[in-house]
């Protein structure tokens, strides 16, 4: 049982030189030592972590509570501060510990938090990587709200680059995310802060095929989808039900319309998991696009209407399965995320797997319909973790998703063929 009660500040943030920073970090310790405290200074891991505002960089110190009891260790985040004339590095240092029930500090540790105003964005990586705690893991957090601005998949990606990237440009082809990559052990990204991500699901398997695992790369999106792959995993635990998987033809998801990524990638993974293939034949008149985020319009486009709809064929052994996403109005409590998930399979014997989420996001109706068979139907709890437990989550895994990386790489190629298909009809 986890007997952590909350998170104290042993050292309030204390403004140093980058220069410095080793240097106070050990003068922290020194200090509890000094005054007899009983505290254990604990490192699993390193976690970098980009921020793209100072707004936001409050937001990770708030989630670090929840975070580091599962996951201790040294803690960088790194914050874009204004863009000023005057380019500079702000530093500071601080401690925190994990307190029991009785109140006494147990588990202990550190934070530093780096400012970049202006150009000196550039010099983040160096001042940085030297930070990093030998034989440790190291795990890069991207939060930046990303757009597409380069041409990316590119043979590979150049050390530097000219200082004319912008806030929101694309990390995959950032000097600062490509140099911190270099020394991490694992990536994580979300997808669902991207402002344009279909578009983005394209580079993020771009970057996966170009990093090969070194450093591995994941998407909270698809931790988002651990409930709902579950869910549809359980449908075909039984025999007879699993006998209806090489035969579906039809998949309807719905999804809110904020988060077009997180049916793709569900999508991907059935693809990727039966066997499926995007029918890149089909002509472009098999595609209905009323509005897929930016991808129906162009990478630097923004969505003009809401509730899109596709409608794709992919290639099963055998049989044409077709494929509709529908995006509905987010819901207001929980928003981002899945409606409702239909497989079925229209020829005889017919059979229909769904899910379906409430508004409330706090069940999920599950039911199963049959010629010839008896009906199932079932109301289980829709757990929606928040950012720090699916941070914790992915922070548990250090190795290489293939699983993940199969699904990202079937989703970009039906945002490929849709974004062809939708110039041929000159959209």
């Known amino acids: 049982m986890n007997t952590f009660q909350s998170l104290e ?14 240097r106070e970090l050990q003068r922290l310790w020194r200090s509890a030592v000094e005054a007899d405290q009983a505290i254990l200074r604990a490192s699993s ?3 970098l972590i980009f921020s793209p505002s100072p707004e936001d960089a409050d937001a990770v110190t708030a989630m670090l509570n929840d975070l580091v009891a599962r996951h201790p260790g040294r803690v960088v985040i790194m914050v ?12 500071w240092v601080s401690a925190y510990c994990l307190t029991t029930g009785a109140g006494r500090k147990h588990l202990c540790c550190e934070q530093v938090i780096i400012v970049a105003h202006g150009d000196a964005r550039y010099d983040l990586p160096s001042a940085v990587i030297p930070l990093v705690v030998a034989d440790l893991p190291v795990v890069l957090c991207w939060r930046g709200k990303e757009t597409v601005e380069s041409a990316f998949p590119r043979q590979e990606i150049p050390e530097q680059h000219s200082h004319t990237s912008r806030r929101g440009a694309s990390p995959f082809g950032d000097q600062i995310f490509d140099r911190l990559a270099r020394t991490c052990d694992r990536i994580i990204v979300d997808s669902d802060r991207f402002e344009n991500p279909t578009a983005e699901l394209v580079h993020l398997a771009e970057a996966v095929r170009y990093y090969q695992g070194q450093p591995a ?7 988002r989808l651990t409930t709902w792959r579950q869910l549809t995993a359980q449908f075909f635990d039984s025999p007879d039900l ?7 033809n039809r998949v309807t998801v719905e999804y809110e319309d904020t988060n077009p990524a997180q049916a793709l990638l569900l999508v991907g993974w059935l693809g990727s998991r039966l066997g ?5 034949g089909v002509s472009s008149s098999a595609f209905r696009v009323s509005s897929l985020d930016s991808a129906s319009t162009g990478p630097n486009s923004k969505p003009e209407t809401r509730n899109s709809e596709l409608t794709l064929r992919l290639r099963s052994p055998g049989h044409v399965v077709e494929v509709e996403l529908r995006a509905t109005e987010p819901s207001e409590d929980v928003p981002c995320g899945l409606a409702s998930l239909v497989l079925a399979v229209e020829e005889a014997p017919a059979a229909r797997f769904s899910i379906s989420c409430d508004r409330q996001r ?7 319909e049959r010629d010839g068979g008896s009906g199932m139907r079932r109301t289980v709890v829709m757990e929606s973790p928040g950012e720090a437990e699916l941070m914790a989550q992915e922070l548990d895994i250090l190795g290489r998703d293939r699983v993940f990386e199969d699904a990202l790489d079937f989703a970009s190629q039906i945002v490929r ?4 298909a939708i110039n041929g009809n000159g959209n």
Request: net charge negative; glycine share 6%; hydrophobic share 40%.
């Open 80 to 91: 874009e501060g204004e863009r000023t004339e005057e380019p500079g590095l702000e530093a």
């Open 45 to 47: 891991l390193n976690l």
């Open 217 to 223: 790369i994941t998407d909270l999106n698809w931790a």
């Open 9 to 22: 500040t042993f050292s309030e943030p204390r403004y140093i030189s980058i220069a410095g920073i080793e």
């Open 276 to 280: 499926w293939e995007p029918d890149t």
């Open 242 to 248: 699993c006998a209806y998987l090489p035969r579906l």
């Open 417 to 420: 063929i849709v974004i062809i």
């Open 362 to 368: 706090m069940y999920a109706i599950t039911s199963v």
